[in-house]
């Protein structure tokens, strides 16, 4: 018996030693739990919204969430919604209106964010073309057919329409980079480009001796024309369905984008270093200027409802197909 009680004894003291230093190491932070998930995988385009997403990146900034954390580049909206149905990603950079349009569909995909409010430019091979008003009667370059600058731009041009004026003629080009050649090859004498493809042309343009001008953005000229809904919310973040439940995660990354976000704009110069590794075709000069003519400001969705909605009601009235026919309920603004 006496045998007995002192091996409980023992037992019981060894057991409070193992909690005590398992308390102490908790205190001090010695211990941690398991990260949650083996790997994430976020995904973007070339895109300005992309640069804060390969911060995060290099910085580890999810490390305490995930094992690993990896990056796919993808080339176009469609490429994307095939990457987000086989959920091959958890959380991408995306135009503001596709994560709209999949939730109206069903797809219980959440928007995290916006941090694009500018990154689309009129570049012209005049120099007295300063805005989309001096088009009149002039052929421009579009390489978007049903994407969101599409829809901005005839939105725009309808709103500047003069009973009197000859209408823009758009030829829409297979892409970006046939946009680019026919510039260069003075074929073309303007053309709407995305950052940081008017950067890149311009700085070609400038490697080969030629004259081009960045005339005007189209936000500058949409908010002269639609002076009570100024803001555009172009892009942010997608949290896939199959993840979008984690608010915990999702509130991690919106505040880890925003805080990268904030880095590139404010060191554009290694910010582009940084991409041009990720992306080696990008030269660092254009994707310094494209960050630094970028509006890039990163707010939670569910702080900006109301620019949001306001511009789903006007895809609502001109593109319904474009959000999937109504506003998204509450459930889609994040984190």
């Known amino acids: 018996m006496f045998n007995h009680n002192r091996t409980l004894r023992k037992a019981l003291m060894g057991l409070a030693l193992v909690a005590g230093m398992l308390a102490g190491a908790v205190h001090t932070g010695a211990v941690h739990a398991a990260p949650a998930y083996p790997k994430l995988t976020l995904a973007g385009p070339s895109a300005v919204v992309t640069y804060p997403l390969l911060h995060m990146l290099e910085t580890g900034a999810l490390k305490d969430y995930a094992q690993e954390v990896e990056f796919r580049l993808w080339q176009n909206p469609d490429q994307l919604r095939v990457l987000l149905a086989k959920k091959e990603i958890d959380y991408s950079a995306s135009p503001s209106n596709l994560p709209a349009l999949m939730y109206n569909r069903g797809d219980q995909v959440k928007l995290l ?4 409010w500018g990154i689309l430019w009129l570049v012209s091979s005049d120099p007295k073309v300063r805005g989309f008003e001096d088009l009149a009667g002039e052929e ?3 390489p978007f057919q049903r994407d969101l600058p599409a829809v901005l731009l005839d939105t725009l041009l309808d709103a500047q329409k003069r009973p009197d004026g000859k209408p823009v003629r758009l030829r829409r080009t297979r892409d970006a980079q046939d946009a680019i050649a026919l510039m260069l090859t003075g074929q073309g004498k303007h053309a709407l480009l995305v950052e940081p493809t008017a950067s890149l042309l311009l700085w070609r343009a400038q490697q080969a001796g030629a004259e081009l001008y960045r005339a005007q953005s189209l936000e500058d000229a949409w908010r002269a024309s639609f002076p009570d809904r100024a803001e555009l919310p172009q892009a942010g973040i997608i949290a896939n369905s199959h993840i979008a439940g984690d608010g ?27 991409v041009h590794r990720h992306i080696p075709h990008l030269p660092v000069p254009a994707i310094e200027t494209a960050i630094r003519v ?16 306001a511009l789903y009601g006007l895809l609502g009235e001109r593109y319904p197909q474009a959000i999937g026919g109504r506003l998204p309920d509450s459930g889609f603004y994040g984190p």
């Open 113 to 116: 964010n916006i941090s694009v």
């Open 140 to 142: 421009l370059l579009v």
């Open 248 to 274: 915990r995660l999702n509130k991690a990354v919106e505040r880890a984008y925003a805080e990268s976000a904030a880095w590139c704009k404010a060191n554009a110069a290694a910010c582009a270093e940084m």
């Open 294 to 309: 970028t509006r890039l400001e990163s707010r939670p969705a569910n702080s900006i409802r109301p620019q949001l909605e």
